[in-house]
């Protein structure tokens, strides 16, 4: 007997969310389908508001991460040019260890510690407007000589792997955006792939973000790449996901080889695949991602089980599409939500010596810098459901104990008395980046945007400081590695080292 699925009550979810999409401002659609084709659709807001246009299932936006599946899609398709299994030095011999060893299959699945390009740029002091080229990315990345952990050890987000790929690809003579052209008018859907932020792109309609006032027009200088490239509307990306769960043709198969479970090198399964990732709802194993840039949010889920999904596209920095999808497909199965977990105390935890740190408010627990929400698990732990930032955390006396990453860690409460009087000087990064510390403060930036930003000591030479670029707000740790040496982390960058100028 077939399942009864109550698309009713999907759609009344998902209302609750459009419905808070105002008229007057940037918006969103949604769209709930099955193998069949549009079950419902929901829009609002306006897709621009210079035109004030409204906001409809055909508005062209940046789909951001979201991409990272359709080129794992490109890779797969070649395998007589490139493997998973190879490393990535044999098709980019300019890179040094130990980035060179890290394969191609790592760097898609995020267990291969490559910093990301961005964060690095972000902790040598580049704003998130300022433009770089591929090129000199590709050069940048091929001076670095640390990754963020040892490949194959843990699960951390970063996007510099499908950077990497993409240019090995493009040495064969392989190219993204021809190849997204090409599959996505197989399936139906209108996709494209600019390299830049400025480059032309048909029906884009422009991202926003809110500063408090009012609503600003989105920008980003950084050289987009394969990982988050791909533009499209909501009944493109539907149709796209269309033809993976239907799989026919040249789309036979594909779905299950990119969310095949990945291992890391002890054999664990980490439930990220190649830019899909495994989502539970209940006993239901779903499968998703999503995307954001600067002024835009896209996320998909799918149960290919049932052959249904949900898409959720938006030109606003604020909107939460996982969200939105994970109610609306338990409204659609009739399931329980997960519960959000307030079993860890409220507070700012650090690891007993690395700069690894927590802080805890309520159902959110930020992991350097990034926010995850956690939920309910068995015998007091706190979950965060989540494949690509996979945490499992309980309160243990004072401490939080358990796993991030996969990686076994012990948070203690921070020490707030340190002092940072001894770190005063001018500090210098080997690429030309510099800060001052002064009277207890970072200080980074010339004129007009030269911040002063406190740092917040943790204990055992650990600070954080608080770093403001246009929509972004970043709060780094500063780790004391010796006499005259630091460095700077975030969560997708832990490698940025800085000397003090004698």
């Keep these: 007997m077939a399942k009864s699925l109550d698309w009713s009550a999907a759609a009344r979810a998902v209302k609750a969310f459009t419905d808070t999409w105002q008229a007057e401002a940037p918006g969103g659609a949604v769209i709930g389908f099955d193998v069949n084709g549009i079950r419902f659709a929901q829009a609002g807001g306006l ?6 246009t409204p ?10 991460s979201v991409t990272k599946h359709a080129f794992s899609a490109m890779v797969l398709s070649h395998p007589d040019e490139i493997g998973l299994d190879d490393p990535l030095g044999r098709h980019l011999p300019e890179l040094l260890e130990p980035l060179a060893s890290v394969t191609v299959g790592q760097a898609l699945d995020m267990s291969g510690g490559l910093p990301d390009t961005r964060e690095c740029l972000t902790l040598l002091g580049l704003s998130v407007f300022t433009e770089t080229r591929a090129p000199a990315l590709f050069d940048y990345l091929c001076r670095q000589t640390r990754l963020n952990y ?4 843990e699960i951390s987000y970063s996007n510099t792997g499908y950077r990497l790929v993409e240019a090995a690809l493009a040495r064969k003579g392989l190219f993204f955006r021809p190849f997204i052209r090409e599959a996505g008018w197989q399936a139906s859907a209108i996709l494209d792939a600019p390299e830049g932020w400025n480059d032309p792109v048909d029906g884009l309609m422009p991202g926003y973000w809110h500063d408090g006032t009012s609503w600003q027009l989105s920008a980003a200088g950084l050289h987009i790449s394969a990982s988050g490239s791909m533009t499209g509307s909501a009944e493109s990306l539907m149709n796209w996901l269309r033809a993976l769960m239907t ?7 594909l779905l299950e080889r990119l969310s095949q479970p990945r291992r890391l090198a002890d054999g664990r399964i980490t439930g990220y695949g190649l830019g899909l990732r495994q989502t539970w709802l209940g006993d239901r194993s779903l499968i998703g991602h999503g995307g954001s840039h ?3 949010k896209t996320y998909f889920l799918l149960d290919p089980e049932e052959g249904t999904g949900f898409v959720i596209v938006s030109n606003r920095e604020d909107t939460n599409g996982y969200k939105i999808a994970l109610e609306a497909m338990a409204g659609l199965n009739g399931l329980p939500l ?3 977990s307030t079993a860890l105390a409220d507070g700012l935890y650090v690891t007993e010596r690395e700069p690894w740190w927590i802080e805890v408010k309520g159902s959110t627990v930020t992991w350097l810098d990034a926010d995850e929400s956690v939920y309910e698990d068995a015998d007091g732990w706190a979950s965060s459901r989540s494949a690509s930032s996979p945490m499992r955390l309980r309160m243990e006396g004072a401490a939080i104990v358990g796993e991030v990453g996969h990686v076994p860690r012990r948070f203690l409460p921070a020490d707030a008395t340190a002092s940072a009087s001894d770190l005063s000087g001018r ?10 510390i002064e009277e207890g403060a970072v200080i980074m930036g010339i004129g007009p945007v030269r911040q002063r930003m406190p740092l917040r000591p943790l204990g ?3 600070f954080l400081f608080t770093l403001r670029d246009g929509p972004w707000t970043k709060r780094v740790c500063l780790h004391r590695l010796g006499d005259g040496h630091v460095e700077l982390v975030l969560s997708r960058a832990r490698m940025i080292e800085y000397r003090r100028r004698r």
């Design 47 to 52: 897709e621009n508001l210079a035109t004030r």
């Design 55 to 64: 906001f409809t299932c055909r508005s062209v936006v940046r789909y951001a």
């Design 150 to 153: 040892p490949a194959g050890t």
């Design 247 to 253: 799989g026919q043709g040249r789309f036979a198969g």
């Design 294 to 296: 600067p002024g835009y």
């Design 338 to 340: 997960p519960v959000a």
């Design 427 to 436: 500090w210098e990064n080997e690429e030309g980046a510099c800060f001052d």
């Design 460 to 462: 055992q030479g650990r």
